[in-house]
């Protein structure tokens, strides 16, 4: 309850932010239409600008709750309830603004995609992007330093050689070997590695996510409560 | 300003100063009679109405301190808090208890670790030496943030009321009850990012007392409050107090420290707890 709480606020704090929801959208679009006449390089551009914009939004989120969530744990929240809620959120708002991706993809190239394959690597990407962008806020309490390192990590995963065996431990490459079964009709091992890098890397980061906001938020060794 | 507005403006007043409807009544009588008798506008006679109540107030504090029931027990023990910031000493070693039924005042020049000390006593911040007992549920009004601008009063009072595992309907009512006694109207729907700085604080100060927590730490909840609700949250204080509370205020407003139980002076000249 608690953490569905936490949830809905997030989410109802965001939704209330237009101009955000409309560069949310403007991100991923963009991204597509810059590469339409390609479509393997499209699809790829729009997985990238989904993550993008997801993980931004959270890190965003982390950074506009950290100095409310220590009054929150004092009124009886617990950390997992604060970082699941939010990922949650993230999460809800990632699938909100892939699914109209996913019917432009549909409208514009369904015959030439595999469309299954698709929405897998877009809720893969959501997957992937909102623990990532909490991990960050997590990690660098100060938004602009936050917002470059996501900086960094995209326009490397951009610019890197796809062969390139470093490729594998960049965050959202799981979308982009779906997106290549997803378009260039490749074997199945293209999705299995897919998904178990998007699943690990997602466990990962929850994980950290969970290390790092458990020791912001714990209780201080210092203050004892008195046996009632 | 008419002498029935000046009237009604002093009775008004005398009210925040917790004076006894009778009393009240007998003061805005006395006062009718002499403008009356006298023939002098209300405020040439007596100056403005928060003034004169101020004074009458003071007069019969002085005559008479309410007999008030004997604190309970310990709800806040800090022991022996020392802070450092590099080569900087916040904190020399600092002691504070707080009994239920108490107020104490955390007072002191800026920097001179008022807020730093209650958020070491809310478990917020590790001090460097020395330990912190509550007993009981602690509420913690930051000295500003604390809210999320997008958000409505009535959602922050869910979400705090969430936590202390209160529902949905009985949050919103405990919060408009808690805002409406600070003279203010919370369920209206403006998100907390276009309330003023006075009114964000109130929100603050209802998060805070969401749940009637025993220990209540107030970091300057006060700030950007117009004079009125000024008087109006120390009316608070006195009755949380009179519940059983314990509360521990940073200030640097000295005019109600006679009204406390205890004073805390962090300024480093002058360490010194006075009962």
Redesign the interface.
């Known amino acids: 309850m608690k953490l569905l709480t936490v949830a809905e606020m997030a989410l109802r704090e965001l939704s209330r932010r237009r101009g955000v929801l409309l560069l949310l959208l403007a991100l991923p679009l963009v991204c597509y239409l810059a590469r339409r006449d390609h479509l393997g390089q499209s699809i790829r551009f729009l997985l990238l600008g989904l993550a993008w914009a997801v993980s931004t939004s959270a890190l965003f989120a982390s950074g506009t709750s950290r100095r409310i969530e220590p009054r929150l744990r004092l009124s009886g929240y617990r950390s997992h309830h604060l970082y699941l809620g939010r990922l949650v959120a993230m999460w809800v708002l990632g699938l909100a603004v892939a699914a109209p991706f996913f019917a432009l993809v549909a409208l514009d190239r369904g015959g030439e995609v595999r469309l299954g394959a698709l929405a897998a690597a877009m809720v893969l990407a959501v997957t992937v992007a909102a623990p990532f962008g909490l991990l960050i806020g997590a990690a660098v309490p100060r938004e602009l330093e936050g917002t470059l390192i996501l900086l960094v990590t995209i326009s490397l995963q951009m610019m890197i050689d796809p062969a390139d065996s470093i490729t594998r431990v960049t965050p959202f490459w799981s979308s982009r070997e779906i997106g290549t079964y997803a378009v260039d009709h490749t074997g199945s091992e293209y999705l299995t590695r897919g998904l178990l890098h998007g699943v690990l890397f997602t466990v990962l980061a929850t994980a950290l996510v969970a290390v790092l906001s458990t020791i912001r938020l714990r209780s201080r060794p210092h203050l004892r409560y008195a046996q009632r | 300003m008419s002498d029935e507005r000046w009237l009604h403006a002093l009775g008004q007043e005398l009210a925040r100063h917790r004076l006894a409807p009778e009393v009240t009544h007998h003061v805005v009588a006395e006062a009718a009679a002499h403008l009356r008798d006298s023939g002098q506008p209300a405020l040439r006679a007596f100056g403005t109405p928060q003034g004169y109540a101020a004074a009458v107030a003071e007069s019969l504090a002085s005559q008479h301190r309410p007999h008030r029931r004997p604190p309970g027990r310990v709800r806040l023990r800090a022991s022996q ?1 020392t802070k450092r910031y590099g080569r900087r000493t916040v904190l020399k070693p600092t002691d504070l208890t707080v009994h239920a039924g108490e107020v104490a005042a955390i007072v002191g020049a800026n920097g001179c670790g008022k807020s730093t000390f209650l958020r ?8 460097d030496s ?7 549920v ?3 009004c ?1 000295q500003d ?7 409505l009063p009535e ?1 922050h009072f ?3 009321g ?4 209160l529902d949905r309907a009985r949050s919103r009512r405990l919060g408009r009850a808690g805002a409406a006694t600070l003279q203010w109207e919370a369920g209206d729907g403006v ?1 907390a990012r276009h309330l003023s700085g006075g009114t964000r604080q109130k929100l603050n100060l209802v ?2 007392a ?2 009637e927590p025993d220990v209540l730490l107030l970091d300057e909840p006060y700030q950007g409050f117009d004079r009125g609700t000024y008087l109006d949250f120390w009316q608070h204080v006195w009755r949380w107090r009179d519940e059983g509370r314990a509360i521990v205020v940073v200030t640097h407003l000295l005019n109600q420290l006679d009204q406390v139980d205890q004073v805390l002076d962090l300024t480093p000249a002058t360490r010194e707890v006075a009962a």
């Open positions: 808090i070491i006593c809310a478990g917020l911040l590790s001090p020395g330990e912190v007992v509550v007993d009981g602690l509420g913690y930051p943030g604390g809210t999320y601008d997008f958000l959602e869910v979400l705090v969430a936590g202390r595992g998100q998060m805070a969401l749940g």
